[in-house]
């Protein structure tokens, strides 16, 4: 399965707005530099999905706010 989503590193508080099926915005309070936001992304959007972070693999946009994300397995 194919995630699209957009990060706002350095947020004030963690939160996650489910846009359609396949898309989501998370706002994140980790800075985006050296991956903690891609990082802290991807942990809160694998406990809204109640999936390990592990399976959770950004494709493309690493260094962008907008990513595609496959959910493995």
């Known amino acids: 399965m194919l995630i699209k989503l957009k990060v706002h590193p350095d947020s004030k508080k963690s939160s996650l707005v489910k846009k359609t099926e396949d898309a989501y915005e ?34 493309k946009g690493a260094t962008s706010p907008n990513k595609i994300v496959k959910v493995l397995g």
Request: charged share 25%.
């Open 26 to 59: 998370v706002w994140v309070r980790a800075p985006r530099e050296r991956g903690l936001a891609n990082k802290a992304a991807l942990e809160f959007l694998a406990k809204a999905l109640n999936q390990n972070p592990g399976r959770l693999h950004i494709v």
